[in-house]
């Protein structure tokens, strides 16, 4: 059958190219079973004079359209419409789905059903582990990034080093050992997209759904969605300003072990010599694995920094999570895991398969950071300016919010735990604050098991004198909003 193309036009006011326009047209026509399969199409010549366009120009569309298989060429014969099932492909009438509602897998189901801190752009931000950016070292950055960027290095560029970048892996391991006394190899590092990816990679590798996870009660809330995504029975470890509570005969035997042993999330609260030794032999007696997040390892005001329990690990039970997050910069996304030696071949597979490994030129960028000396006077100066705001938020507190909250100094942290002096609900106390153009974290949110604290988890450590005022006075006002209701 020949076809006369009488209903084909081109806008030539459009933005889009003419040839675009005839293409789209006839594959809605063919979709819609306007022009039926077999049937013979104009020549390139004969269509390019009825639309007043260029043969190259029809040319292109047709050799899209034959591209795609909604057309095909015969030898001698012309160009013809494919014989394809337009009903089943039609788009201009799409098929809808008559059956029950398609639902996400109860997987996915359980991470969107967990409770989110707020974010709210464009307010004052009291957010926990926000670090401080506009001191940081940006020119220096920028010459290391704009350098590797322009290396036509293959190691930088290839699909190699899954694992991470080999100087990067080799500096993180000698580092650590003289910051947190973690003694390693650079084979046991693993480089991942930060912190919340190497939870997700451990709960991929080291449990089965239906595990025991002992999980810090309470505890950090993206560790909690991590295990829960992967099927893990929480068994709740409860964690007060004390210290861990080891000893709970109600605790199964477990699987895994989640613990802030450097500053507890979100208590502050640092692990004694004698529970880190009580827990190395609970993992070592039950065959569990230990996941030490250190979580703010490096931010201590007052001494040095407490060495990470991975150091006191003689039966190498213990997976150690660290982030560049918090003391470079959080858009990094690069953190790392270091694991035993008999977990090294099965992480390295894991990160190829699962896409969780950071940006090679990324990698390469922080490693001269750091090895140039400059990852350490940066982590100098943000101690001394963290300790400095604290003193003064917390003055600024027992000042503006003593009716409300009671607000200690912590000798680490980002954060400081603000415990309310009368029954308040910290949900709340959130919703006023919004109100109020505040975001801050409610510390209720943190439990999963038992009844919760209430109370807020305020971090400073990213607003100089007058911001933290201004955060202050917002959070007075909103605490004032409540009274009136």
């Known amino acids: 059958m020949r076809l006369s193309l009488d209903i084909l036009s081109v806008d030539r006011a459009s933005d889009d190219p003419m040839h675009r326009q005839i293409y789209a047209a006839l594959r809605r026509f063919i979709l819609d079973g306007q022009i039926a399969a077999h049937t013979l199409l104009p020549s390139t010549r004969s269509l390019a004079e009825d639309l007043k366009v260029g043969r190259n120009t029809v040319i292109a569309a047709y050799d899209q359209l034959l591209a795609e298989g909604f057309i095909e060429a015969r030898a001698g014969s012309g160009t013809w419409v494919a014989p394809i099932n ?157 210290g861990w509570n080891l000893s709970d005969p109600e605790l199964p035997p477990p699987r895994l072990i989640y613990v802030t042993p450097s500053c507890q999330w979100p208590f502050g609260t640092i692990m004694r010599i004698e529970e880190r030794l009580q827990l190395l032999d609970i993992a070592e007696r039950h065959g569990a694995w230990i996941v030490e997040d250190d979580f703010d390892g490096e931010y201590r005001f007052r001494g040095r920094p407490v060495p990470a329990l991975r150091g006191l690990d003689q039966a190498n039970h213990v997976v150690y999570i660290g982030s560049f997050g918090k003391t470079l910069l959080p858009a990094l996304r690069i953190g790392y895991l270091i694991v035993p030696p008999e977990l090294v071949s099965s992480f390295d597979k894991a990160v190829s398969i699962t896409g969780q490994f950071a940006p090679l030129i990324l990698q390469a960028t922080v490693n001269d950071f750091i090895r140039q000396g400059y990852f350490a006077t940066h982590l100098k100066r943000m101690r001394r300016l963290y300790a400095r705001r604290q003193a003064n938020f917390v003055k600024l507190c027992r000042e503006h919010l003593g009716e409300w909250v009671t607000v200690s100094e912590n000798d680490s942290g980002m954060q400081l735990l603000a415990s309310f002096t009368r029954p308040l609900n910290d949900l709340d106390v959130v919703a006023a604050a919004v109100k109020e153009g505040l975001d801050v974290q409610a510390v209720s949110i943190n439990y999963h098991s038992t009844e919760p604290e209430h109370g807020l988890l305020l971090g400073y450590a990213a607003m100089d004198e007058r911001q933290i005022l201004r955060a202050v006075l917002a959070l007075r006002a909103a605490f004032k909003r409540l009274d009136l209701q």
């Not at 989110?116 to 220096?140: D, K, M, Y």
């Not at 960027?149 to 993180?172: K, N």
């Open 86 to 242: 337009q009903a089943k492909h039609a788009d201009a009438s799409p098929i809808r789905y008559n059956g029950s509602p398609r639902r996400l897998s109860s997987r996915g189901q359980t991470i969107v059903d967990g409770p989110q801190p707020p974010r709210n752009a464009g307010v004052i931000n009291f957010h926990p582990g926000v670090p401080e950016t506009a001191s940081f070292p940006f020119s220096i950055w920028s010459s290391l990034l704009v350098r590797n960027s322009r290396s036509r290095d293959e190691s930088l560029l290839g699909y190699l080093s899954f694992a991470g970048h080999p100087g990067l892996r080799a500096t993180i391991a000698s580092n650590i050992s003289v910051s947190r006394g973690v003694d390693c190899s650079p084979e046991q590092v693993i480089v991942v997209t930060g912190a919340q990816a190497a939870l997700d990679l451990v709960s991929r590798v080291l449990m089965d759904e239906g595990d025991h996870v002992w999980m810090e009660e309470p505890g950090y809330l993206g560790a909690k969605s991590a295990f829960l995504a992967a099927g893990a029975k929480l068994a709740p470890l409860k964690v007060d300003r004390r």
